[in-house]
């Protein structure tokens, strides 16, 4: 368990935190390998037009994936930390 020592930074939130489920991790999984592949591709667009619509199906895609169950499971869960600190 992290020592904390400094009196500004209480990290008793983060230790509440559930852990994130199986099925969800391997969501999350895919969508890093896939960032990890996509996302320099985006350094060398044409230009601007050509960078937004990349950007876009990339985030399509990673909807495709499962990325709103992934982040809606982690704000109830950050959100279920908030209300049992009261």
């Not at 320099?40 to 499962?66: C, E, M, R």
Request: hydrophobic fraction near 45%.
């Amino acid at each position: 368990m992290y020592n904390n020592t400094d009196p500004w930074v209480d990290l008793t939130p983060t230790m509440m935190l559930d852990p994130l489920p199986d099925d969800l991790q391997a969501i999350n999984q895919s969508i890093s390998e896939y960032l990890a592949v996509e996302a320099p591709k985006l350094i060398d667009t044409a230009s601007d037009a050509v960078f937004d619509a990349k950007i876009q199906a990339l985030y399509n895609h990673i909807l495709g994936i499962g990325y709103q169950q992934v982040a809606d499971w982690y704000i109830q869960n950050w959100n279920n930390v908030v209300a049992k600190m009261g």
